[in-house]
């Protein structure tokens, strides 16, 4: 079947679907039909420091929609901007299936995190699964312009990082990305970035940050999609996408800890989110990654 004739079958089969099915899902946790599913004891799928047990595929850094043999194929890549919209959009295999089996990360089954090109407009979401594998998720975009949406998952014991472009038609103006930095304010909080002094393409890196309120690190850091907090370093200017997941070496109060490798040389843009008094924080720096010239 032709690609476009698939997108047209898929429209037209959402109206059918519905607010009903897209209940199911993974705003509550539970495993509705279609075989969605986390490891045998019901906790996520994580190894040991929580890094995720599966690899991820050749490839797939959110820059494509397909890599492996699956695609990321949405309904529409139009987003109006300044109001709350639902988009919708599946994972489909090489024969055009949707897929409806996914492995659970960090407490969901599915990450979807959007940008705009220029890395203004930084969401962190969880769609909701249908029975017939539709994701749908609401959203509001509050600036118009080119967005990226990226989706992080896991199926078959293999992780995939798939992207597409989205618009928000209307008149827009690009932020120049920010200078590099290892501090940060956000909420009234003030977040600083121990790292090590050169960050080389394609070498692990730890980095540690220490989340401070009134000049002194903050004792109340409460879980985040079960861990101590989560960080996503987007490439710059291709929105080539790392998925960090914490060390399980928080020593120290308030420091949070990541084992990082970013693959490409060029400025980052990183988004941490950390959690107090039930209200999730998201504090962004930018770094630069060096060239590997050994």
């Known amino acids: 079947?032709?690609?476009?004739?698939?997108?047209?079958?898929?429209?037209?089969?959402?109206?059918?679907?519905?607010?009903?099915?897209?209940?199911?899902?993974?705003?509550?946790?539970?495993?509705?039909?279609?075989?969605?599913?986390?490891?045998?004891?019901?906790?996520p799928a994580m190894a040991m420091g929580g890094k995720p047990m599966a690899a991820v595929v050749p490839g797939?850094?959110?820059?494509s929609l397909s890599a492996g043999g699956m695609t990321l194929?949405?309904?529409?890549?139009?987003?109006?901007?300044?109001?709350?919209?639902?988009?919708?959009?599946?994972?489909?295999?090489?024969?055009g299936q949707a897929v409806r089996s996914f492995e659970r990360d960090q407490t969901k089954l599915l990450?979807?995190?959007?940008?705009?090109?220029?890395?203004?407009?930084?969401?962190?979401?969880?769609?909701?699964?249908?029975?017939?594998?539709?994701?749908?998720?609401?959203?509001?975009?509050?600036?118009?312009?080119?967005?990226?949406a990226i989706a992080d998952f896991t199926t078959a014991s293999k992780r995939y990082v798939l992207g597409t472009d989205l618009v928000a038609p209307g008149a827009t103006t690009s932020v120049p990305l920010p200078a590099a930095s290892t501090s940060a304010t956000v909420d009234g909080y003030s977040v600083s970035l121990k790292r090590p002094s050169k960050l080389i393409a394609g070498t692990d890196a730890q980095m540690t940050f220490t989340v401070m309120r009134d000049g002194r690190p903050v004792a109340g850091l409460q879980p985040y999609l079960g861990a101590s907090g989560h960080l996503v370093a987007l490439h710059a200017p291709d929105l080539a996408y790392s998925h960090v997941h914490p060390s399980g070496k928080d020593l120290a109060r308030g420091s949070i800890t990541f084992d990082t490798d970013l693959h490409k040389a060029g400025p980052y843009r990183l988004f941490l989110q950390f959690r107090t008094g039930g209200r999730v924080h998201t504090a962004a720096f930018t770094q630069n990654v060096d060239k590997d010239n050994s």
């Open 60 to 63: 797939a850094d959110g820059t």
């Open 73 to 95: 194929q949405p309904a529409s890549i139009r987003i109006a901007a300044h109001k709350q919209t639902t988009w919708r959009f599946r994972i489909v295999d090489s024969h």
């Open 111 to 148: 990450h979807l995190i959007v940008a705009r090109t220029d890395m203004t407009g930084y969401q962190h979401l969880h769609p909701t699964l249908a029975a017939d594998g539709t994701f749908s998720i609401t959203m509001r975009f509050a600036e118009a312009g080119r967005y990226r």
């Open 1 to 43: 079947m032709q690609t476009a004739t698939r997108l047209a079958a898929f429209t037209a089969g959402l109206a059918v679907v519905g607010g009903a099915a897209a209940a199911i899902g993974s705003a509550t946790g539970a495993t509705p039909p279609g075989g969605v599913s986390a490891n045998s004891t019901g906790a």
